[in-house]
């Protein structure tokens, strides 16, 4: 089946340093990969995507490229701000007969401190 | 502004009660989703539907049902086979067909148990 492993938090940064969230799938077939963002009390934003290998997505200073050879697509972005705190969730989507289905990873949680 | 709109954005339900929950989009969307969101925990299927008065079970459908009778609308019921159901519940739509089509989600019910 599809699934999607995320690194667990909370991970805490000071402002200005650089982020880095790992995400690693398994899938039947191609995927789309996307990262949302969950703001306390909030639904999720679509934050960037990809859809197919060598795919870069970018949004906001946050890129992650698709890497096919490693299954990989990870989240990074060059100087983080308090306002960057947020959880974050990795997701893959594949077109079955079924329709378009997410399948999640289960969220890694940012903190970010002056 | 195009959107989903969830309603209730707190939701409290006595034992043995059914609730249910407002999903409406303007975004002129095929397909509509409703999640399950725990803490700590990724988001996990109810119910989605593909075109209006056609509907299909998620990964954790037992205790929930839903209706389709508009392509704007698709409420949820939690029903008292429903044991658990303190959560928080995310709608969201997106263009049905095509890969890499994202999904956009609305700002969630909080549904808690008296």
């Known amino acids: 089946g599809n699934s999607v492993t995320q690194m667990e938090g909370p991970v805490t940064l000071s402002e200005e340093a650089f982020l880095t969230i790992n995400c690693t799938y398994t899938?039947?077939?191609?995927?789309?990969l996307f990262w949302y963002v969950q703001y306390p009390g909030e639904g999720l934003q679509l934050l960037l995507k990809?859809?197919?290998?060598?795919d870069k997505g970018s949004n906001k200073g946050f890129e992650a490229t698709y890497r096919k050879e490693t299954t990989s697509f990870h989240l990074e972005k060059g100087s983080v701000q308090v306002s960057d705190s947020a959880v974050y969730f990795c997701?893959?989507?594949?077109?079955?007969?079924?329709?378009?289905?997410?399948?999640f990873g289960t969220g890694t949680q940012l903190k970010v401190e002056l | 502004d195009g959107g989903i709109t969830q309603s209730p954005k707190y939701l409290f339900r006595k034992e043995g009660q059914n609730v249910t929950l407002s999903c409406e989009q303007n975004?002129?969307?095929?397909?509509m989703y409703w999640y399950r969101q725990d803490p700590g925990q990724g988001l996990r299927l109810i119910y989605y539907?593909?075109?209006?008065?056609?509907?299909q079970k998620g990964d954790i459908a037992e205790g929930y049902s839903v209706s389709r009778e508009k392509k704007e609308s698709f409420p949820l019921t939690v029903t008292s086979a429903q044991k658990n159901p303190t959560a928080f519940y995310l709608c969201?739509?997106?263009?049905?067909?095509?890969?890499?089509?994202?999904?956009?989600f609305g700002d969630g019910t909080r549904l808690s148990i008296l």
């Open positions: 969201a739509s997106s263009r049905d067909r095509g890969q890499g089509q994202p999904q956009h």
């Open positions: 539907s593909q075109i209006v008065n056609d509907f």
């Open positions: 990809a859809t197919k290998a060598d």
């Open positions: 899938a039947t077939g191609y995927p789309s």
């Open positions: 997701a893959l989507l594949i077109l079955t007969g079924g329709g378009n289905k997410l399948t």
């Open positions: 975004l002129n969307h095929d397909a």
